[in-house]
């Protein structure tokens, strides 16, 4: 029986700060003490966490690790490491993918390559297709996070664009649909127009990429999913809202009440369409990076209680398939080592508590997709800890984990570090440094009375 201390440290948790301790005994929170309390037992390990802020895990429902088929871009060893180094202990990984996550081989696959290579816990979404509803029945809810549906086209080309198809995927599934929303029809026109108007017909600069998938291609995409859902009565989570005519088709009833809720993602919270200038491609996302009102809209909608979570749909892609412009250069960019301290720069900036970090970055997702024992700082709760420092530092390219070797927050100047990573008890970051050989475990979902 291994057990150890994290002593003296502020612990942010359920809407709380407090000076305290905690036991950790192998993997689970055995003791959490008010200060000045000694444990019951001694332990074999003494961290001193004074002047540190010790939080639960970050859950990122929203990764993309690029494996299988994918992996010169990133996979799951690389990325895991980018997530323990950024304070992440559990991840889920989207389906798109080579071969795509849309049937119960690669599925099965897909856990045993996780299994194999994750350092942080982990689990998958099965992929939903025009055809492949039939096979939803099939799924363990124990084991499989949702069904990630396509209503707009991205990385892998999984879009699901029949309204016949769309029916029998919101009529076919008790699971969560996490969606992204994006209609491809508006897209489709509005490429056409810009390529007509500008006499060319390959690619545009790239400030005409929130131009082409606009705020209406979301709405107008988010609307119908939403419609959807409540005339089949399914649970929907629209991924990665990006504007504020979005959040009009969401409401603020506490988390539990809800059937239909929303993600934020942290590119949507950090950058704004001006900063195209500066950063060029390396923030081009679907959904776009739109402008300063629509970011506004979205942090105001997380501390109201509109946006239910925050994720950040990790996507790392090799430096050079970046180049081109609104049509030609990859969407999507790595994230996850520097979500939490991002967001912690915005509690230094006024725009959020910690305390409302922690809710949308650790509690909810927990509570949304109803995980096992996560989430939070509780006796009996796996030990999924993260201790940060508040102290300035920059950001260098060597610092970064994730295989792409780049991000778009290079340079910048962060006033949080995360100094320490526990996943199920075991110090899987200290200082810099990664316990390479640790494995995550499968995240278990819907598990009652146990």
């Not at 990429?209 to 119908?224: F, M, N, Q, T």
């Amino acid at each position: 029986m291994i057990r150890t201390l994290i002593s003296n440290a502020c612990i942010v948790n359920e809407g709380k700060q407090f000076q305290g301790s905690i036991v950790i005994e192998n993997e689970v929170i055995k003791e959490i003490l008010p200060a000045g309390q000694q444990p019951i037992t001694p332990c074999h390990e003494t961290i001193d966490a004074t002047g540190l802020y010790l939080l639960p895990g970050v859950i990122d429902e929203h990764v993309h690790f690029r494996d299988p088929g994918l992996t010169q871009k990133g996979d799951i060893l690389s990325e895991s490491w980018a997530a323990v180094a950024g304070g992440v202990t559990s991840v889920m990984d989207m389906p798109n993918t080579n071969p795509v996550t849309t049937s119960l081989d690669s599925l099965n696959m897909k856990f045993e390559l996780m299994a194999e290579k994750s350092s942080v816990n982990y689990s998958c979404y099965f992929g939903a297709t025009n055809n492949n509803y039939n096979v939803f029945g099939q799924l363990n809810p124990h084991r499989v996070c949702g069904v990630k549906l396509f209503m707009g086209s991205s990385t892998g080309n999984m879009l699901v664009d029949q309204m016949n198809s769309l029916q029998h995927i919101f009529n076919g599934t008790d699971l969560l649909i996490a969606a992204h929303c994006e209609s491809q029809d508006i897209i489709k026109a509005n490429t056409e127009r810009y390529l007509a108007e500008a006499g060319v017909d390959n690619d545009l600069p790239l400030i005409y990429h929130p131009l082409i998938r606009s705020v209406e291609a979301c709405y107008e995409s988010s609307k119908l999913a939403v419609e959807l859902a409540q005339k089949a009565g399914a649970r929907l989570h629209i991924m990665h809202i990006s504007t504020a005519k979005e959040l009009s088709l969401f409401n603020n009833l506490p988390l539990h009440q809800k059937k239909i809720t929303a993600e934020a993602c942290v590119p949507h919270l950090v950058f704004t369409s001006d900063d195209y200038k500066t950063y060029g491609t390396r923030i081009k996302c679907n959904p776009t990076i739109k402008e300063a009102t629509n970011r506004e809209a979205l942090q105001q909608a997380i501390n109201t209680g509109i946006i239910d979570t925050i994720g950040t749909d990790h996507a790392p892609h090799l430096l050079n398939e970046k180049q081109g412009g609104a049509l030609k250069a990859t969407s999507g960019m790595p994230m996850i080592q520097f979500s939490l301290i991002s967001m912690l720069n915005m509690v230094n900036e006024g725009l959020f508590t910690i305390e409302k970090v922690v809710e949308k970055m650790c509690h909810a997702p927990a509570d949304l997709y109803q995980i096992h024992k996560r989430g939070y700082i509780r006796e009996g709760y796996q030990a999924d800890l993260v201790l940060v420092s508040p102290e300035q530092w920059r950001l260098e390219t060597k610092d970064i984990k994730s295989k792409c070797g780049w991000s778009p927050l290079e340079g910048n100047t962060f006033a949080w570090k995360v100094d320490k990573t526990f996943v199920n008890g075991h110090k899987v970051y200290s200082n810099g440094d990664i316990d390479t050989h640790y494995r995550g475990q499968e995240l278990a979902f819907r598990i009652e009375n146990a």
